[in-house]
């Protein structure tokens, strides 16, 4: 089991889904956490639950898309709680929509969050993390940033920048004990699939969930906590040779393309 005892990890998005379960499961193995989530009472019962596990963790409402608001929290974390030793970029937003049908708006609103909010945190943590002797960035990417996906011409665009930036930041730091690593996962079942489908297929949202998880070929789509364990092994030490990589959690999703 990865051990991450004494480390302090911080991940956004982590008030619900993948993120909330990322926040979790570092708990149980030992990570103290700072859950930052732009809804703070989401973020606040995240805390609530691992604490009521017996972990240690703190909330901060933060819109990862603002530059200063994530400064401010970063420097109140490193304050009271040190220097983060793990980062996780979980944080964003999905849109649907071609080239066409996306607006200067919703291209903005992707690239604020999506984007620009893994490199304020990026940038936020880097020099703490240098200054404490190095530490981990996990970022969340997906199969977008592979591969052609219909629909989805803005969030692809941020998730390939996820994964431009994941490479470059490994680069730049990969003799500073800075590890930079993102994992591509395919669809996961979550919150955000059940609202989907209740707003765009009313009725059916039983047959268009069981098409969904076949385009798997393992026949499922992914759950929180399948991305939870793949990110405890990737931030532990168990992991220390692994840099520069983006790693596919996707049932075989990309098998077939």
């Not at 990890?9 to 379960?21: D, F, P, R």
């Not at 620009?116 to 936020?124: D, L, Q, T």
């Amino acid at each position: 089991m990865p051990n991450l005892s004494d480390k302090l990890a911080v991940i956004t998005g982590a008030g619900s889904g993948i993120g909330a379960a990322i926040a979790a499961k570092f708990a149980t193995l030992g990570a103290r956490v700072a859950v930052l989530d732009c809804d703070g009472k989401a973020g606040a019962s995240t805390v609530a639950s691992i604490e009521r596990a017996g972990g240690e963790a703190w909330s901060y409402a933060v819109d990862v898309s603002d530059h200063f608001a994530v400064t401010d929290a970063f420097e109140t974390i490193v304050k009271h709680h040190g220097s983060p030793g793990i980062l996780v970029n979980n944080a964003g937003i999905a849109h649907i929509g071609t080239l066409e049908t996306t607006t200067p708006d919703d291209f903005e609103h992707l690239f604020g969050v999506n984007a620009r909010g893994v490199y304020n945190c990026m940038r936020a943590a880097i020099r703490p993390m240098l200054d404490n002797g190095g530490g981990v960035i996990l970022n969340m990417a997906s199969v977008a940033a592979r591969i052609g996906i219909p629909d989805r011409f803005a969030y692809s665009m941020t998730k390939g920048a996820v994964f431009s930036m994941t490479l470059s930041v490994a680069r730049d730091y990969v003799d500073q004990d800075i590890r930079c690593n993102c994992l591509c996962p395919a669809r996961v079942h979550t919150p955000f699939v059940d609202n989907y489908l209740q707003e765009n297929y009313p009725g059916k949202e039983e047959e268009v969930f069981e098409k969904l998880s076949a385009a798997q070929p393992i026949g499922r789509m992914g759950t929180p906590e399948d991305i939870a364990e793949l990110a405890a092994f990737i931030c532990s030490d168990a992991a220390s040779f692994i840099t520069g990589s983006a790693v596919d959690i996707d049932g075989g999703f990309t098998l077939l393309r």
